[in-house]
């Protein structure tokens, strides 16, 4: 029989929970900071909760040792969490490009399904209190909470990162596994709206768009990525933009967008000319319609440095190839990310070379286990990083079974 206390009630934490429940003759509390379980993952997916991705992989993975994650994603891929839910009641869907959802579309009824096998596998929740102590002696680990102190066989460290902190993102579980002489790397904001030289950005906002994106700096690549793009009126946003995120929080960049992807210039080029041939009283303003949002069409003809207001039939062929370059590769000078307060994940966290990838118990002090956010260890966007939370989870509540 063992006590075992786990420190943090979100997606980890909870997958925790319940896996450490399932020895019977085990003793499982579950302890909250927020006043309920659960919070940010309420907030995942814009609400939807992308609970994985089929296509996750160790490639979609950043840190200082990306294959720690291996064992973990093994023991449970995404095909598991699916039949795990399914077993707890939830009915899911994927969708384009392997992301997972709730058939429901709501990220309540994952947490509900939660909560019910919570209380079904006897957990006792104590949401409302923080832990502020974690320590060993006498062979015995003693975890002390603004309300309690309570001695116990396993700890699990499950408190998430920094990221969301009007959600609930916070510093605690930094904290306590350093007071146990882990160490922890530098931390940053990631899947973050990028901040960026604002001309264009502030009267596109609102605007989105399928892009291709380049991360250039010092003109090396740091990054590329795909997917849907949506200007701000700091920058740029959405999951193309998350994805490169992580890199442009630790040292800016240049972008670089194609706004027409899937179209190779030589066809751009033709679809230009022959709207300057059929249409030569158009304005240039309106000479992407049909391709690009109308404000975002604009916005590229006065990067190129043409006047909205002109006639395209008086374009020179210089003009023509100026604006087909800027379409498909539009520069924006990155200036940094928004803060960890709108950021989805944290990147960095307590060094994973402390812990055994296996169990993910601490090399450091025996029966500490750690798993999710907390961790060096952060996904792509698309489901990934709930991935690793729920198969870290499961790692941690087998308690170095």
């Not at 839910?85 to 509900?112: I, K, M, N």
């Not at 609930?168 to 990631?190: E, F, I, K, M």
């Amino acid at each position: 029989m063992k006590k075992v206390v786990i420190i943090g009630g979100g997606a980890s934490g909870m997958a925790a929970a319940l896996t450490a429940a399932e020895g019977k003759e085990n003793t499982v509390i579950l302890l909250e900071r927020q006043s309920r379980v659960g919070r940010k993952l309420l907030a995942t997916g814009n609400g939807r909760c992308n609970l994985t991705n089929t296509g996750a992989a160790l490639k979609n993975y950043h840190g200082q040792n990306p294959a720690f994650a291996l064992p973990s994603l093994q023991a449970f891929p995404p095909e598991e969490v699916i039949t795990w839910f399914r077993s707890l009641g939830l009915v899911t869907t994927e969708q384009y490009g392997g992301r997972v959802f709730p058939l429901s579309e709501s990220a309540g009824s994952v947490l509900d399904v939660l909560r019910f096998a919570l209380a079904s596998a006897g957990v006792a929740v104590h949401a409302g209190e923080t832990a502020k102590r974690l320590e060993k002696s006498d062979g015995k680990l003693t975890v002390t909470t603004d309300l309690a102190v309570y001695r116990a066989d396993a700890v699990i460290v499950a408190c998430g990162g920094k990221a969301g902190g009007k959600l609930g993102g916070v510093s605690d579980g930094y904290d306590l596994l350093s007071s146990l002489g882990h160490r922890c790397t530098p931390l940053y904001p990631a899947l973050v709206p990028l901040k960026t030289d604002t001309d264009f950005p502030r009267s596109l906002k609102g605007v989105r768009a399928e892009a291709a994106i380049r991360l250039v700096r010092g003109g090396k690549l740091c990054g590329k990525s795909r997917g849907e793009l949506q200007f701000t009126e700091k920058g740029v946003s959405g999951p193309a933009a998350f994805d490169l995120s992580r890199e442009a929080s630790v040292g800016g960049g240049e972008l670089i967008l194609d706004f027409l992807p899937d179209l190779p210039e030589e066809e751009v080029l033709t679809l230009l000319c022959r709207r300057q041939e059929l249409s030569p009283e158009l304005e240039n303003g309106s000479i992407f319609a049909g391709m690009l949002h109308s404000r975002l069409g604009m916005a590229v003809v006065r990067a190129s440095g043409l006047r909205p207001s002109g006639n395209i039939g008086e374009l020179t062929a210089r003009d023509v190839s100026a604006l087909l370059q800027t379409a498909k590769a539009f520069c924006l000078c990155v200036t940094g990310t928004d803060s960890f307060d709108n950021a989805q994940i944290t990147a960095g966290g307590i060094c994973t070379d402390g812990f055994d990838p296996d169990t993910l118990e601490s090399r450091l002090v025996p029966g500490v286990f750690a798993c999710g956010e907390v961790l060096d260890l952060d996904g792509d966007c698309g489901g990934y990083n709930l991935q690793w939370a729920w198969a870290s989870g499961r790692k941690a509540g087998r308690l170095g079974a």
